[in-house]
């Protein structure tokens, strides 16, 4: 069984469109989190949740929310998406907050044109 | 073969040679690093951790090496195959920096010639 498991893993939009990407793990872990790994296979953070609640929230536009209808589920809508948003964003989660073993999910790239 | 990590992105060795894989990290606070590895369409996975009380540590066919008073972090892997073809960060951590999570060097794209 998957450990994180995202959906989509492809997704080709147009400019100006919302979308959203789903994560869901099967780890009973406590904390989740998003990065956006960009052409250069430079990865960062977006954000972490923690039982539900966001820790921390890098220097993202706010076109960009996290939701998380469970512990188990962290989910990532775009709203009004742009050309620069083409990247492939990674879920992850670790154990608990100050855990630093994550375990990632296999990634989607998200195409906008 | 060697690589320099921020300033040389792509390491090529031959199969069979051992690489050393070079990561320069930022914070001197930062008190546990991991190595991951991504192949090709896949996220990152977990190779090897040192916490900083080490100075090496080892594990099958990977050896990581710590020297903090230069902020400096490799990566050995004995034997290369054509299966450790992928890229390569290092990612810090620092346990008394609040929730920030790991932060990840830019990585070093490996290469196995046969």
């Known amino acids: 069984d998957t450990a994180v498991s995202q959906t989509p893993k492809y997704l080709v939009t147009q400019m100006g469109n919302d979308k959203s990407i789903k994560c869901e793990q099967n780890l009973g872990h406590d904390t989740m989190y998003w990065y956006k790994q960009d052409s250069k296979k430079f990865l960062k953070i977006m954000f972490s949740?923690?039982?539900?609640?966001?820790?921390i929230n890098e220097t993202v536009p706010n076109r960009f929310s996290p939701k998380s209808p469970d512990k188990a589920h962290l989910n990532l809508h775009i709203n009004s998406l742009e050309l620069g948003d083409s990247a492939v964003y990674f879920c992850a989660s670790s154990e608990r907050l100050g855990s630093n073993g994550y375990t990632f999910g296999s990634g989607t790239r998200l195409t906008v044109v | 073969g060697e690589s320099v990590g921020l300033h040389l992105p792509t390491l090529s060795v031959q199969e069979g040679d051992n690489s050393i894989i070079n990561c320069a990290y930022s914070n001197s606070a930062s008190d546990y690093f991991i190595w991951y590895k991504q192949e090709s369409g896949k996220g990152p996975q977990f190779i090897i951790d040192?916490?900083?009380?080490?100075d090496k540590r080892q594990g099958q066919r990977v050896t990581v090496l710590l020297n903090k008073t230069v902020k400096h972090l490799s990566l050995q892997i004995a034997a290369t195959q054509p299966g450790d073809s992928a890229v390569y960060f290092c990612a810090e951590w620092d346990s008394g920096g609040g929730a920030d999570g790991l932060t990840f060097g830019k990585g070093t794209h490996l290469i196995i010639q046969p």
């Open positions: 040192i916490r900083s009380n080490m």
């Open positions: 949740y923690n039982n539900k609640e966001l820790i």
